[in-house]
Nanobody
């Protein structure tokens, strides 16, 4: 199983970025994103259910981030708008074996992609 994430970069506050994560090796009921800012613990950002498309968001990103998926490509996307300096973090694609937003219940992680938002 491999999770390949891409799309990070440097953007000014108020700008947008889109992250992508493609899973290979198997399909998952849920795919999502976590992030880890410098000096902080990793935290949940967003997740989406493969069948039905139900979504989950952290309060800090609701209304600004949108998660979506392409089941045919086994890929999940995170559209990040109105970015703030506090969104600066390494973003990790995550694949739990069951529906959960808890970090400790994630079975597979992507390699992480850095998002830097300048003020």
């Amino acid at each position: 199983v491999q999770l390949q994430a891409s799309g990070g970069g440097l953007v000014q506050a108020g700008g947008s970025l889109r992250l992508s994560c493609t899973a290979s090796g198997r399909t998952f009921r849920m795919l999502g994103w976590f992030r880890q800012a410098p000096g902080k613990e990793r935290e949940f950002v967003a997740a989406i259910i493969r069948i039905g498309g139900a979504t989950y968001y952290a309060d800090s990103v609701k209304g600004r981030f949108t998660i979506s998926r392409d089941n045919a490509k086994n890929t999940v996307y995170l559209q990040m708008n109105s970015l703030k300096p506090e969104d600066t973090a390494v973003y990790y694609c995550a694949a739990p074996s069951r529906i959960t937003t808890r970090e400790r219940e994630v079975d597979y992680w992507g390699q992480g992609t850095l998002v830097t938002v300048s003020s």
